[in-house]
């Protein structure tokens, strides 16, 4: 189980986990949720008690990464498996340019 922790302009949003290759959880943190003033991550992660579960990482996370020539040299350089998204999420540090 590997996770990371979300965060929207500088603010501890909550949790992304990835539980195996095919389970993936969102799950807002309580003092995010509860404040009205913060945003949703994402309009297809709209704020809400639940966990998001996908088996898939869900796209608003894929589509943060880079793509093509830039994701070949980026993982060649971190040595990052180009399927591992996750890893790849992690090694960006691209987690607090939500809404940024």
Known sequence: MRELKIFCN???AGLLTEHSKQ??????????????S?????LTLSKSHQSYTSQYLFPFFTNLLPEG???KIFCRLCKINEEDYFSILSALEIKDMLRS
């Open 69 to 71: 020539a830039n994701k």
């Open 23 to 36: 389970e993936y959880t969102f799950c807002y943190d309580d003092g995010y949720f509860i404040n009205p």
């Open 10 to 12: 500088h603010i501890y």
């Open 38 to 42: 913060l945003p949703a991550i994402s």
